[in-house]
């Protein structure tokens, strides 16, 4: 229809002109109509209401007030700089206008004892209020004009309102948009599903969204395109996923050999836990099929995900395929590997599985010879960091791909890997950052998802306490307690890189004084930092890990995956400057053994609203899930992910926390009318398929691996 229209240059657009077409699109990326349509209020003013001056509070807030300037002066401040000072009455009291800027213009424009409306933000000032540059109207203007209710306020940037361009203003250019295209926006979705849903049409949604009409309209036109950007995402997403099991073949691991079931009849430590047995069926449904793998497996720490990820590769290897793990840092890969090493060659050797090591301190005549097993085959398994994605390391086929910790490797590093084979190896991302499934669901919707959503029994739940610095004498106490009963400590301080130096001067300072207060020869303190040589680094590792010193003082690099199940006081520092799901990694590096153990978080006394509920929620909880739902509430998901995939949250309206209900049914429906129509060729589809390939072409930055 007017599609074409909505492709008009913005300066082209009455009132804009080539300054203000360039000042629009480099604030805001408008470029053409169609952007300006697509650019939604962020909030709604009630203009319903009048204020009388006698009404006021120190509330800050925005108001609409009817009366008369009855005298005005400027005020000289010193420095040359003025202001402007109107007395503004109504019958109830008076205030003060102010302006610091555009002072001549406005003072030869202001009239005098006639009938105003100002509206903005009004202050207190001892005992007067006043409003700084109040929007002003004359009443007679204001009664005429069309404007709704509900005045839209607009995204905008410092630069914008600095030459004028305020919300006002593009309200008035939406209005000249709205009339210049007639407002004949085409409909994007099927009649079918505006039925099912009780949606309004479109032009009814983007006309309520700029211009309200009412309360209902406007919550009518939000759920509408909140509805539609995320159905629209969700489709592209699900039909990715669609068409990567139809068209990318998959190796199919149809044996189930020797060495899954002699591991799994003779060489299984444990039983496994009923969520670990889902899983690896879903697993082995994947492998067996002629559809390539893609599959996130979600579980929190400690949940079991090391021998989920063992048998998958051993089905590999009785398929007669290779496969390799990789972990983000050097110690989570030699602790994979050595944990590995421990599963498969307990007691009775009769496994016979070869499995290497390749990370950045191998040496190069073990690579030379790792490089020669991998290429002619006789290598199974390959455990790694980044250094397995290096262009030397070629496999004679590689059939399966972990990678653990997922949210550490970018979507290039994926993509490396996915090169390495012929035909693309399964690929199974194992992540203890538990996302909700909601957001899950849309951001890795070209992911199946696997959830491991219980622990191994006998795990005792970890008590988690809040103290302030000033009781740290108490907390000492305890620690020698605990060191007394045989356990083992850590001790973590925050790095953060923007303060590094001062980080690392709290890190030595807590050294010296715990050394000071756990003196030798009763204690023995160990200390990892990142500033240490790896293989530094790994000694005091190995020397806590075997119980040689009682207490490990450390920054984060101990916050992934380390297994020391003796330790069990976990003493945070500063819990103050970790982020919530930060602290629970942490806390998972104790409570791996028999014993009770616990997790003390330090802090001093002067806290946010947002630390106090950081806080109170690790004390209250255990559960990764409940925490990463307080985290995306407090933090928003665009953080949680970190830049890497915040693209994906560039969300026009939707909000994927607030609006997740929506996102329920939009992945719903967008699964339903794929597999009713996968291409989306039915004529009541269209439409909406236009819509789709439109935004394909955009936006394909949930493009992982391709
Ligand atoms: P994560 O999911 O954090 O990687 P791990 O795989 O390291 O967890 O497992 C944590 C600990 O739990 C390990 O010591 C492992 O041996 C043990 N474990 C895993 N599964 C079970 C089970 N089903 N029963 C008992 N212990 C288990
Ligand atoms: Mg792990």
Not at 138 to 159: G, N
Not at 486 to 501: D, F, M, N, T
Not at 674 to 688: G, Q, T, W
Request: glycine share 6%; proline share 4%; aromatic share 8%.
């Amino acid at each position: 229809m007017n599609m074409n229209l909505l492709e008009t240059p913005i300066e082209y657009l009455k009132g804009v002109g080539p300054q203000r077409g360039d000042l629009l699109r480099k604030e805001l990326s408008i470029h053409k109509y169609g952007d300006l349509l697509n650019l939604y209020p962020n909030r709604y003013i009630d203009r319903t209401r009048y204020y009388k001056i006698n009404q006021l509070t120190n509330s800050n807030s925005e108001v609409q007030i009817v009366g008369k300037i009855i005298h005005i002066k400027t005020v000289e401040q010193g420095k040359g700089k003025s202001r402007l000072v109107a007395t503004f009455v109504d019958e109830t009291g008076q205030m003060e206008l102010v302006w610091f800027q555009g002072q001549k213009w406005i003072r030869e424009s202001l009239k005098l004892n006639v009938v105003y409306v100002i509206f903005g933000k009004v202050t207190q000032f001892g005992a007067t209020f006043n409003m700084a540059h109040p929007e002003l109207e004359l009443l007679e203007t204001h009664k005429s004009s069309l404007r709704s209710a509900m005045q839209p306020v607009y995204p905008s940037t410092e630069k914008l309102t600095n030459k004028g361009i305020n919300s006002r203003v593009i309200s008035k250019l939406m209005q000249q948009l709205f009339l210049e295209t007639q407002a004949l926006f085409s409909e994007t979705l099927p009649q079918s599903l505006i039925d099912e849903l009780k949606l309004i049409p479109k032009n009814a949604a983007l006309f309520n969204i700029h211009f309200p009409k009412s309360q209902d309209l406007l919550a009518k036109a939000q759920f509408r395109l909140k509805f539609e950007e995320l159905f629209f995402i969700q489709l592209q997403l699900i039909s990715k996923n669609l068409i990567r099991k139809h068209k990318i073949k998959g190796q199919p691991f149809e044996k189930v050999g020797t060495n899954f079931t002699n591991f799994y009849n003779n060489h299984l430590p444990f039983e496994l836990t009923n969520a670990q047995k889902k899983v690896l069926k879903e697993i082995r449904n994947d492998l067996g099929s002629h559809a390539q793998m893609n599959r996130l497996l979600q579980g929190d720490v400690g949940s079991g995900k090391t021998i989920v990820a063992l048998m998958c590769m051993l089905l590999a290897k009785d398929n007669g395929f290779q496969s390799c793990l990789m972990a983000p840092t050097e110690i989570l890969a030699t602790q994979h590997y050595n944990g590995l090493i421990e599963l498969l060659n307990n007691e009775n050797k009769s496994l016979n599985i070869n499995i290497k090591l390749l990370t950045g301190s191998t040496k190069t005549s073990d690579r030379k010879l790792l490089h020669e097993e991998l290429e002619n085959g006789t290598l199974d398994i390959l455990i790694g960091t980044h250094a397995v994605l290096e262009d030397k390391v070629q496999f004679q086929n590689l059939g399966l791909a972990i990678i653990d910790e997922q949210h550490r490797f970018g979507v290039e590093q994926r993509s490396k890997l996915w090169r390495k084979a012929s035909i693309p190896p399964h690929v199974l991302v194992m992540t203890a950052t538990p996302i909700p499934r909601t957001l899950a669901m849309s951001l890795y919707g070209d992911l199946d998802i696997s959830v491991i959503d219980e622990l191994p029994p006998g795990r005792k739940p970890i008590q988690t306490v809040h103290r302030y610095d000033s009781h740290r004498l108490q907390v000492w106490k305890f620690l020698k307690d605990e060191i007394a009963k045989g356990r083992q400590i850590y001790i973590v301080y925050p790095l953060i890189q923007e303060s590094e130096k001062m980080d690392f001067k709290d890190l030595m300072d807590g050294y010296e004084s715990i050394s000071r207060d756990f003196p030798l020869p009763t204690y023995s303190v160990s200390m990892v930092h990142g500033k240490m040589k790896p293989a530094d680094k790994e000694a005091e590792m190995k020397r806590f890990a075997e119980g040689k010193t009682n207490i490990m003082i450390a920054t984060t690099v101990i916050e992934v995956g380390v297994n020391v199940p003796n330790a069990s006081v976990m003493v945070i520092e500063s819990a103050e400057r970790f982020g919530l799901s930060q602290l629970h990694q942490l806390r998972g590096r104790v409570g791996r053994g028999a014993d009770q153990s616990y997790c003390i978080l330090m802090t001093g006394f002067k806290l946010s609203e947002d630390t106090k509920t950081r806080l109170e929620t690790m004390v209250r909880t255990n559960d990764g899930f409940e925490i990463a739902e307080v985290d995306l509430k407090l933090r928003g998901p665009g953080d949680i992910m970190g830049t890497q995939q915040s693209g994906v949250l560039n969300l026009q309206i939707a909000d994927l926390v607030k609006d997740r209900d929506i996102l329920q049914v939009a992945r719903h429906i967008a699964i339903r009318i794929l597999k009713e129509d996968p291409s989306m060729s039915k004529p009541e589809h269209v439409k909406m398929k236009e819509v789709f390939i439109e935004l394909t072409k955009k936006k394909n930055i949930w493009n992982y691996i391709s």
